[in-house]
């Protein structure tokens, strides 16, 4: 059964501060996807990364980054300088290949609320 | 591209009342998701559709919700009938082959 864990609950930062939100999966295929979303106060659920199991390379997009470590099961988020526009509930998620490249449904964990402090 | 559109954005009923979700995907998308968030349980999914066929309903409260789509740009999700602890967001998503899940601005709804 695929699993997705966030044991950081809350997270306070003061601005410019780099801050790391920690994603552990569990998954039996070998084929997979993890995500990162980002809610804000406002409610809406904003797409930000998109990574499959064969690609272990790092990414940076701007002041984001995104380790993936399939040796630990680990897809963890960095923002660096952190800003107060970044407050917000932090998700990852797992989607496990479908059959004859169907989709199949994505798992959320259960977010890292981030504040961000002026 | 207009995005996954969900109405109404809010809704207020009373216990007992019928309430019917609905959600339009971004065109050319191939499946369809229905996602319950609330405090207590976060953000689970209720139903997905491929090719507008149910594929996996076991996240489903209980009879008391169903969900259809009757083509490929269409869904709905009622429940009949409403209790206070179906309180939440509830959120369509939509995805084309599993190349990313776009989510609609989702439905708050409130049963008193």
């Known amino acids: 059964a695929q699993k997705v864990t966030q044991a950081q609950t809350e997270i306070s930062v003061v601005e410019k501060e780099d801050v790391t939100l920690d994603c552990v999966y569990e998954?039996?295929?070998?084929?997979?996807?993890l995500f990162w979303y980002k809610q804000p106060p406002s409610g809406e659920l904003v797409f930000l990364i998109r990574?499959?199991?064969?690609?272990?390379q790092n990414e940076i997009s701007g002041r984001y980054s995104w380790n993936f470590q399939k040796s630990t099961s680990s897809f963890n988020f960095t923002i660096t300088a952190s800003q107060v526009v970044d407050s917000a509930v932090y998700f990852c998620?797992?989607?496990?290949?479908?059959?004859?490249?169907?989709?199949?449904?994505?798992?959320f964990g259960t977010g890292t609320l981030l504040a961000v402090q002026p | 591209d207009a995005g996954v559109i969900q109405s109404p954005r809010h809704e207020v009923t009373e216990m007992g009342q019928e309430v019917t979700l609905r959600c339009k995907p971004i065109?050319?998308?191939?499946?369809l998701f229905w996602y319950r968030q609330t405090m207590m349980r976060g953000l689970e999914l209720l139903i997905y559709?491929?090719?507008?066929?149910?594929?996996?309903d076991s996240g489903m409260p209980e009879d008391r919700f169903s969900a259809k789509m009757p083509n490929a740009s269409f869904s709905t999700l009622k429940i009949q009938p409403s209790e206070p602890r179906d309180s939440a967001v509830y959120f369509c998503?939509?995805?084309?082959?599993?190349?990313?899940?776009?989510f609609g601005s989702g439905t708050r709804l409130t049963v008193v």
């Open positions: 998503a939509s995805s084309r082959q599993g190349d990313g899940y776009t």
């Open positions: 998954t039996r295929d070998t084929t997979y996807y």
């Open positions: 990574r499959n199991s064969f690609d272990e």
């Open positions: 998620a797992l989607s496990e290949a479908g059959r004859g490249g169907a989709t199949n449904k994505l798992i």
């Open positions: 065109s050319g998308h191939n499946s």
């Open positions: 559709f491929n090719n507008n066929v149910p594929i996996d």
